[in-house]
Every structure is written in structure tokens, then in C-alpha cells.
């Protein structure tokens, strides 16, 4: 890699100013003129950004939503201009930011290769001669002389990345602009990247992707609140990614949690009432978010208010999309538990964690010949990150244990 400087950032700053809301009334109007004629507020998107890409690098930018990262990217495409700071751009740039920006939704797709390779500066044979290239990329062999404004916005996005690679361009900017493709898509487009990389072109991409971060990109930045916390190695930069997500999410999830738990009510005092849920880590500390192969602990107490002779009791886990991804059953585990009035009952269901990243839900089941005594179901959540492909659930190895306490 060369240790020429390709795109060099100087305390870069980025303030908009985000129109207030406006009044229902002319009183309202009335009162608060008295108060202030403010009629927006400042907000700094991007503080004094300072770092530099070098030739023929695969950099990668990543963050929070809200953390700055496309507002940083127009800047260096042009699309906005610094407040603060200065950007250098040493060679030709092709933003795929805002792909198919200059397509005309009334004309074909056809038309509309011919119309935007004229904006990238091809001459009519010229575009001829890549015509079927374009479209073969695109996968819209049977959809050419249909109008535009019939496409999907993944047809059109992939229509515009086809054209766009044939740029005469060495730096690219690539804004997640591929989310709407495929896998099959997306792989071929990361697979242009690595051949464009090859060909000694530097690349900038923004990504929430932590697989593809890692595989692609020599180094990254993390931005947050519109500074940079975080720059180097791929590796160190994705991990103290991972942390700010695994934060911000415990946060998140810890408050819904904590709703849900009040909202917990047995189905009657006579039976047997479920009092509390919570999940923890192996080290019985309660946690809401898990990285691959952690052990996740589901922890339920009860007390029976009435005898029960061997009830049946079930834990599932599913995503809010579907249904259960696991579940275990005190009967198929051979349990057997006899409860007496006052009985209070401790319940822990460990789980290898080898479920994809998202959210799951947790619900609990308690059974006496068929019979549903109390349950709670989908109250609680526990989110799983940082698999960096995507995995197929399967059954992980788990151990449940009930005892009286």
C-alpha cells in the first residue's frame, strides 16, 4: 500500500440548523414571540474530524445512527460543504451515496443506462459497447424496456451500481447503498471492491456490517456523537464498536425490561404466580445483550399457592418475526417437582448462545395437565451481536435446573 495521502481530513466541523416546530395557534405563536423569535436550533453533526486515507486503502467508517458518519461521507463527495476544516481530495472521486439520482423514472431502463452514462462522461458507443455488461451485472435482463418507475428500489439501485463501476474514477465513497440487495448482489459488488482494490484504488466505506468491516477494510474510524472515538485496526475499532452498541442497548432494553417486569401478573393467587424473569450472564449478572457462544441464563421465580403434582413448565425464546427458536420442557428434561402451598421455586434455563444477531423474546409457561396455570409470554428481551455471518439457528447445548427454595 502506498503512503501517499488519497484523502486527507483537517478538524472538520458540520453544524445544520433544524427548523423548530411550528405553532398550532396564533396564540401560541403569540407567547412564545414574547419569549424568543428563535425559529430553529443548532446542531453540530461532525467536531473537529481530523484523519487521513491513504492510496490504494480500503477504509472503513462506522457508528451509531446519528453518529455523523453520511454527513461525513457528503463532505467529502462535495454534496455538503465544511463549516470548519479542510478536506484534500488527491484523485478522481465517485460518490455511491445517492445511486440513480439522475435516472428519469418515465423512461426505460434502457434509456436510462444511456442517460447516465452520459453524466458520467461516456459517449453513446461507448455505452453500447458496456450495454450488456451493465445489465448482465444488474440481473435485469427481462425488465430493459420497462419504465423505471416500475422498478423496486433494489432494481433500481442495482441498475445505478452497475452503471456507476464504470466510472473512470481511482477513490470510491460507499454509503450502505447496497442494503437493499440480495446476498448474491452484495456479494458480487464486494467482490468488484476487492478487484478495484487490487487495481490500487482506495475505497471509503460505511457500514453498521461488523463481517464485512473486518474482512474488507485495512482500517476504520468509529464516530460517535459526531467525534471520532475509536481509529486503527479493524479489529480493536469493530470491538470498541461492539461495546458502544452493548451500552447503549442494555440501556435500552434494561428500561423496557424493568416495565415489563411490574407488568408482571400471576393468574391467580390460588395457583401458582410467576413473580419475577430475568436473564444474566454466566456469572449471574444480569445482562441484556450477548456476543457469540456467551452462556445466557433465563432465571424465573414462582410460588405455588396451591399443591401441584408434577406440573409441566416451559421456556421459549423467539424473535419478535416468528416463533419459537428454542424452548425447553421440565417434562422432556425428565424433572419432576412436587409443590406444596408456599412453595417458592427458583428456575434457571442456561443457553449456549448461538442465535443470530436481533432481539429475542422471552416467555414462560406453567402447565398442569395441559392446563395453563400462569404465564408470561414476550415480556421479556435479552439482544444478541457481533456474529460476523450470519448463522442458521440449531440446537445449542442448554441445561435447566428447578429447585424449591
Known sequence: M??????????????????????????????????????????????????????????????????GKSTLL?????????????????????????LGVGFNPELTGRENVFLNGALLGFDRKQMEA?????????????FMDQKLKNYSSGMQVRLAFSIAIRAKTNILLIDEVLAVGDANFQRKCFEI?????????????????????????????????????????TDNVMGEYLKLNRISADKELKKINDRSQKNIHGASDKGIKIEKVWVANKDNQDSLVFRPNETIIINVEATAHRAYKNPSIVLRCNNPSGPAVFSVNSHTKKIALDLKP???????????????????????????????????????????????????????????????V
Not at 457528503?74 to 460518490?95: C, F, R, S, V
Not at 458496456?130 to 427481462?142: G, N, P, S, T, W
Not at 487490487?198 to 459526531?226: P, Q
Not at 443470530?356 to 402447565?367: E, F, K, P, R
Request: hydrophobic share 35%.
Open 193 to 233: 471492491f476487492k478487484k478495484l482494490k487490487r487495481e490500487g484504488n482506495t475505497i471509503v466505506f460505511v457500514s453498521h456490517d461488523v463481517g464485512a468491516v473486518k474482512e474488507y477494510c485495512d482500517r476504520a474510524i468509529l464516530l460517535d456523537k459526531g467525534k471520532i472515538v475509536a481509529e486503527g485496526d
Open 74 to 98: 457528503k463532505l467529502m463527495a462535495g454534496i455538503y460543504n465544511t463549516d470548519k476544516g479542510t478536506i484534500e481530495i488527491n484523485g478522481k472521486l465517485t460518490p455511491f451515496i445517492e
Open 2 to 67: 502506498s503512503e501517499k495521502i488519497a484523502i486527507s481530513i483537517k478538524n472538520v466541523s458540520k453544524t445544520f440548523k433544524l427548523p423548530l416546530e411550528r405553532h398550532g395557534s396564533l396564540k401560541s405563536a403569540f407567547l412564545s414571540g414574547l419569549k424568543s423569535r428563535k425559529t430553529y436550533e443548532r446542531q453540530e453533526v461532525l467536531k473537529n474530524i481530523s484523519f487521513d486515507v491513504k492510496d490504494g486503502e480500503f477504509f472503513g467508517i462506522v457508528g451509531r445512527n446519528g453518529s
Open 130 to 142: 458496456m450495454y450488456d455488461e451493465i445489465v448482465e451485472f444488474a440481473e435485469l435482463e427481462k
Open 342 to 404: 408456599s412453595d417458592k421455586i427458583r428456575i434457571k434455563w442456561e443457553v449456549e448462545n448461538i442465535f443470530n444477531d436481533g432481539i429475542y423474546h422471552v416467555s414462560v409457561i406453567i402447565l398442569e395437565d395441559e392446563i395453563v396455570q400462569d404465564q408470561v409470554i414476550e415480556t421479556h428481551r435479552f439482544d444478541v451481536e457481533g456474529w460476523e455471518y450470519p448463522y442458521s439457528i440449531a440446537h445449542p447445548e442448554d441445561k435447566l435446573e428447578i429447585k424449591k
